[in-house]
């Protein structure tokens, strides 16, 4: 249910707000004071395209923006904004707002979050069904005529399971077709992934070994050097003629004889002690380092290979040996798979026959239940439609069978004859747009109980209209309103009487400058407006507008 509905700058609305009720609102005015403004103002924030020229003269920019009681589609909505990564909604309300600018700019929010066009269109077709004096395609195209057949019987788990149904067939399809290739392919196949799994296992990886064969090769390629150097400092250490340690022994003898001396410097001996020690651990170091050098060019050479072996398999089969190692185990189970053909086509095709036939008995099952119905929408579409001026009208559902699809096997033409004597034709064909009308609204009427959309805005829906047919399209007004919120631009009295909240678009004239006012009527003001229709503010138009009221 739309709760509020904000436009700024848009046509001519400066700063229009309009908070609107459950049930069935009205909105009446003078022709040219701008009542399809709020219908523009709906287009747009729900995904129509955009002209510049619609921003007010004199604005930079214009925007819409609409809150939405979504508390009836809730399930639907929040997993059409889960799906889009959109916040979700706080106690069912969704806010969309969408904004242009002079420059060109689009930009489109729901709940605060940035969006796409396609999003709103999206929402637009869960939350709002707008229909004008010449929008009837949705009620034209077949595809739709089956759809509201099947909501009127509540057929959506049926035609859901055909659905599931077909997808797990194509699937099964799928997975046969890739399996069934000629045998020249099967062989090539056959060797590829023999020799990639091959090649990947026999290298006998580890993900994390090649930052130590690194470091390994590193070392082995410098073991002279490393040798020489740690040879080198063993000899400054340990050398016979002038070695580090020859010279800590005679400066501890120094250091003894200074202690006897003078026993402050005690402290100098024990950091000698200390010295002598951590050298004596260097030394221990260093020659335990020494004995593990390996000066191998075998080695060397080895560890080349392994490093060349690697980068060759990262180039092949992934960025990273963890990688390349997934991509060996994929091979494997593909060629296992592959090894296995015969056997799995076969297990396919039993799988495929079984899905087909309970694809084929759901659809079969789809079939009966739509042409059950037949009769019993007929008849109360034709009921509504007699009490809209069409007293001898026939109204028909055709069905006839078609490729299979997940809608099932059925397509749906509408038959309509206004006048007795004529054949029933395609609805498609028909050229009055007041008849149209008067269909739409009889079936939007039928369907009122079990159509799951919101809200129905219909735009001079009763164009061509008139005489007694305007009081009953009234009632049938208020009646959907029962249902769900109904929003009617109108021109007829008895139309507008029926509502239960009445809104009038004005137009005034401020500084040279014009603007679009929607008001809510209170019981007065909808006299004075009924009354405006009627023809003038004369005592019999007011008593007559009055009277209507009071009925309703």
Known sequence: ML???????????????????????????????????LIGGLNLVLGERADRNLIRTGAESCAVEATF????????????????GLESCEENLLLIKRTLTTAGTNRQFVNGSPTTLGTLVELGSILIDIHGPHDHQSLLHPRHQLAILDAYGNLTDQRSSVNALLSKCNALESSKTALIVDEKTYAQQLDLLGFQAT????????????????IDFYRAQNSVKLATLTQSGLNILDSEDFSVFTQLELLGKKLVDLRKLDPRTQTMAENHLQVMEQLSDLRHELSGYSDKLDIDSDRVAQL???????????????????EVIQFGHRAKSQLADLEQRETEITRLNIEIHKANELLLSAACELATSRRNLLPSLKNAVEKQLQDLGFPQSHFEIALATTTLSATGSDIAEFLFSPNPGEPPKPLRLIASSGEMARVMLA????????????????DELDANVGGETAYVVGEKMRQIGRQRQVICITHLPPVAAA?????????????????S?????????????????LGGQTIAA??????MLRFQ
């Open 3 to 37: 709760t509020l509905l904000r436009i700024k700058n848009l046509a001519l609305a400066s700063d229009v707000r309009v908070e609107l009720g459950a049930g069935y609102n009205a909105i009446t005015g003078e022709t040219g004071a701008g009542k399809s403004l």
């Open 69 to 84: 009681d979504v508390t009836r589609v809730a399930d639907s909505v929040a997993a059409l904004l889960e799906s889009n």
């Open 199 to 214: 090649e990947i296992e026999n290298a006998g990886l580890r993900p994390d070994e090649e930052v130590e064969l690194e």
């Open 304 to 322: 080349e290979d392994r490093i060349t072996l690697l980068h060759n398999l990262k180039r092949k089969y992934g960025s990273t040996l963890a």
């Open 443 to 458: 079936i939007k009427t039928v369907l009122a109980s079990v159509d799951q959309i919101p809200l129905l805005v219909f």
């Open 499 to 515: 509502a239960v909240q009445h809104f009038v678009v004005t137009k005034s004239v401020h500084e040279g400058r014009t603007t």
């Open 517 to 533: 006012i929607i008001s809510l009527l209170n019981h007065d003001e909808r006299i004075t407006e009924i009354a405006r229709m």
């Open 542 to 547: 007011r008593q007559h507008a009055e009277e």
